[in-house]
């Protein structure tokens, strides 16, 4: 397995992470506990390392599972995860909640729930806009002066807060989602992180699914699967949407590889420090995407994948206004 490494601070993680929501969170029927266990020891097994969780997914659950399954890899293994929902006391979200007191109350929860002594990687999930990005880096940074935390990251923010917080605690990683048909980043959160010395960790790489080519116009979601929320994934939208999907065939077709793989390749080529962490629960889509980084795209692919794309237009609003809010800021 490839390793990449995440801002100046060196946090080394397979080029390619898992993202673990859907194990446990976001699916009807929930997947069989024991089987994600395996699936994720199976996952060690072939070289990833990097696996992303938050207190969010379930909320709770994810992480009991991810700390469960990943026990016999202590020390081997870098597991990111967030804090910043408040929740109510039956689990319900309820909001925001970035007080620094709130962050080290979730910070030793998260740590006994993934039966770790330190956290790898400890997103803020959203901007909370009613306290200061300072106030939530400083929190962060006496959890890595007490060894509670290794490593801060962001996600889902925009240039002018990364800059205010760095400034306060170095940051290791940005997550943002990213891919062939979300690139709103490129415009300043990329030139950002390069800038400071800043990883970058795109999710939903492939589209929760869609760039996969296995999901088209006719496709249902159950009703507590996220898609069937997103104006994205409309049968209109998937149906105006299938220009991308016929692009990334095109390059495969070329390159002897999926329409994931080539998603995901373009996403590596992009730059060294930027690890896509696509979610996947069963081991031939895991062994699909972990091909991916056997496939090179060179500067004539990119360009020709660059000038195809410009041609899109995609349709549908990536999330209903009121969540699209709680991005960017």
Same mark, same amino acid.
């Given at each position: 397995?490839?390793?990449?490494?995440?801002?100046?601070?060196?946090?080394?993680?397979?080029?390619?992470?898992?993202?673990?929501?859907?194990?446990?969170?976001?699916?009807?029927?929930?997947?069989?506990?024991?089987?994600?266990?395996?699936?994720?020891?199976?996952?060690?097994?072939?070289?990833?390392?990097?696996?992303?969780?938050?207190?969010?997914?379930?909320?709770?659950?994810?992480?009991?599972?991810?700390?469960?399954?990943?026990?016999?890899?202590?020390?081997?293994?870098?597991?990111? @995860?967030?804090?910043?929902?408040?929740?109510?006391?039956?689990?319900?979200?309820?909001?925001?909640?970035? *007080?620094?007191?709130?962050?080290?109350?979730?910070?030793?929860?998260?740590?006994?729930?993934?039966?770790?002594?330190?956290?790898?990687?400890?997103?803020?999930?959203?901007?909370?806009?009613?306290?200061?990005?300072?106030?939530?880096?400083?929190?962060?940074? =006496?959890?890595?002066?007490?060894?509670?935390?290794?490593?801060?990251?962001?996600?889902?923010?925009?240039?002018?807060?990364?800059?205010?917080?760095?400034?306060?605690?170095?940051?290791?990683?940005?997550?943002?989602?990213?891919?062939? +048909?979300? *690139? @709103?980043?490129?415009?300043?959160?990329?030139?950002?992180?390069?800038?400071?010395?800043?990883?970058?960790?795109?999710?939903?790489?492939?589209?929760?699914?869609?760039?996969?080519? @296995?999901?088209?116009?006719?496709?249902?979601?159950?009703?507590?699967?996220?898609?069937?929320r997103l104006p994205r994934?409309?049968?209109?939208? *998937?149906?105006?949407?299938?220009?991308?999907?016929?692009?990334?065939?095109?390059?495969?077709?070329?390159?002897?590889?999926?329409?994931?793989?080539?998603?995901?390749? +373009?996403?590596?080529?992009?730059?060294? +420090?930027?690890?896509?962490?696509?979610g996947s629960r069963k081991?031939? *889509?895991?062994?699909?995407?972990?091909?991916?980084?056997?496939?090179?795209?060179?500067?004539?692919?990119?360009? =020709?994948?660059?000038?195809?794309?410009?041609?899109? @237009?995609?349709?549908?609003?990536?999330?209903?206004?009121?969540?699209?809010?709680?991005?960017?800021?």
């Amino acid at each position: 397995m490839q390793k990449r490494t995440l801002g100046n601070n060196h946090l080394e993680v397979s080029a390619l992470g898992l993202g673990c929501m859907r194990m446990s969170h976001d699916e009807s029927p929930l997947p069989d506990k024991q089987e994600m266990i395996s699936f994720l020891h199976a996952a060690v097994d072939r070289g990833i390392i990097f696996f992303d969780t938050a207190e969010v997914y379930g909320p709770y659950t994810n992480e009991e599972l991810v700390g469960e399954a990943l026990a016999p890899f202590r020390g081997h293994v870098v597991i990111a @995860t967030k804090f910043g929902y408040q929740f109510g006391p039956n689990g319900e979200q309820v909001g925001l909640n970035s *007080r620094p007191e709130h962050i080290k109350q979730a910070a030793e929860s998260s740590l006994k729930r993934l039966r770790v002594e330190a956290i790898d990687l400890f997103y803020q999930h959203r901007v909370d806009p009613n306290v200061s990005i300072e106030e939530v880096a400083g929190a962060v940074k =006496e959890l890595i002066e007490e060894g509670k935390v290794k490593h801060f990251g962001l996600s889902e923010v925009g240039a002018h807060t990364i800059r205010r917080a760095h400034a306060v605690q170095p940051i290791t990683a940005v997550q943002s989602e990213y891919s062939l +048909w979300w *690139r @709103t980043v490129e415009e300043h959160v990329l030139p950002a992180c390069e800038e400071l010395g800043i990883g970058f960790v795109p999710y939903s790489p492939l589209g929760r699914g869609y760039l996969t080519g @296995t999901i088209d116009e006719h496709t249902t979601f159950a009703s507590v699967d996220i898609r069937s929320r997103l104006p994205r994934y409309t049968p209109e939208a *998937r149906k105006a949407n299938q220009a991308i999907i016929d692009l990334l065939a095109r390059i495969g077709e070329q390159k002897g590889a999926t329409q994931a793989q080539i998603a995901l390749a +373009w996403l590596l080529a992009r730059s060294a +420090w930027i690890v896509p962490i696509p979610g996947s629960r069963k081991l031939e *889509r895991l062994d699909e995407n972990i091909g991916a980084l056997a496939v090179t795209l060179s500067s004539d692919d990119l360009r =020709e994948i660059e000038s195809a794309a410009s041609q899109i @237009t995609i349709q549908g609003a990536r999330y209903p206004e009121q969540f699209e809010r709680m991005t960017n800021l």
